[in-house]
């Protein structure tokens, strides 16, 4: 079955970083895009990095030029590179095999001095 394990999550100061992890299996990766959503408290989950199949890559605005994706096919294997961390980043992140409709647990980042 689709498993999606996120890890990497943690505590840090603003302008600071975090590299985050997400193991998957349970279908075939190579040909998913995958995503890195994150959802703070009372917000809805929100899209934050896409990666395709070709390695083309989209942000949203409020990450652009901090935030990296990146992928790994032969690992199975996607990454969120997270740089000069602001406390607005904030949240739980997951990420997500492109239309299959399951979730992991999460990590839980937190920014804040």
């Known amino acids: 079955q689709v498993q999606l394990v996120e890890s990497g999550g943690g505590l840090v100061q603003p302008g600071g970083s975090l590299r985050l992890s997400c193991a998957a299996s349970g279908f075939i990766f190579s040909i998913n895009a995958m995503n890195w959503y994150r959802q703070a408290p009372g917000t809805e989950r929100e899209l934050v990095a896409r990666i395709t199949t070709s390695g083309i890559t989209n942000y949203a605005d409020s990450v652009k030029g901090r935030f990296t994706i990146s992928r790994d096919n032969a690992r199975n294997r996607v990454y969120l590179q997270m740089n000069s961390l602001r406390p607005e980043d904030t949240a739980v992140y997951y990420c997500?095999?492109?239309?299959?409709?399951?979730w992991g647990q999460g990590t839980q980042v937190t920014v804040s001095s």
């Open positions: 997500k095999a492109g239309a299959i409709n399951y």
